[in-house]
C-alpha cells in the first residue's frame, strides 16, 4: 500500500469513527433528558428544600414555589439548623430529619434558621405557594 492509499482508508475510517461517536452523542443526550424530565416531575410532587450539607449555610432552593395544599419538606439536621417561620406558622423543629409543612393559604412565606439567620437576613428562605 503507498502513502496515498493508506492516507485514504485512514480517512474513511476516521470518518466512520466519527458518525458513530455522532450517533453515541445523541443517544446520550436523549438519556440526559429522559432522565432530567423524570427528575423533574419527581420534583413537582414533592417540593423539596435541602439545606445545611457540608456546612453550606443556605436553603437550597431559597425561594420555592408550591401549590396551596402540598406538602413541603424541609430536609437537613434541624438540631443543627432549627426552622423558624417569621410568620409565626411553625417554631423551632428540633427533632428528626425532615420537617413537613402544608401551607393551607396563597402567599408569600419566609422562614430562617434560628442559629445562622434572622428574619431580616442570613440563613434565610421563602416558599411562594400559588
Ligand atoms: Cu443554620
Request: aromatic residues 10%; proline residues 4%; neutral net charge.
Amino acid at each position: 500500500m503507498d502513502n496515498k492509499r493508506a492516507f485514504m482508508v485512514i480517512n474513511i475510517m476516521m470518518a466512520g469513527a466519527l458518525a458513530v461517536l455522532m450517533v453515541l452523542a445523541e443517544l446520550v443526550q436523549t438519556a440526559g433528558s429522559n432522565t432530567s424530565a423524570a427528575a423533574t416531575s419527581a420534583a413537582a410532587t414533592t417540593p423539596l428544600i435541602s439545606f445545611g450539607g457540608s456546612g453550606v449555610l443556605s436553603y437550597m432552593p431559597d425561594t420555592l414555589t408550591a401549590r396551596v395544599g402540598e406538602a413541603v419538606e424541609w430536609r437537613g439536621s434541624l438540631a443543627e439548623h432549627p426552622l423558624i417561620s417569621v410568620d409565626a406558622l411553625w417554631q423551632r423543629q428540633a427533632s428528626g430529619g425532615s420537617f413537613f409543612y402544608t401551607f393551607a393559604k396563597p402567599g408569600t412565606y419566609h422562614y430562617y434558621c434560628q442559629f445562622h439567620g434572622s428574619p431580616t437576613g442570613g440563613m434565610t428562605g421563602t416558599v411562594v405557594v400559588q
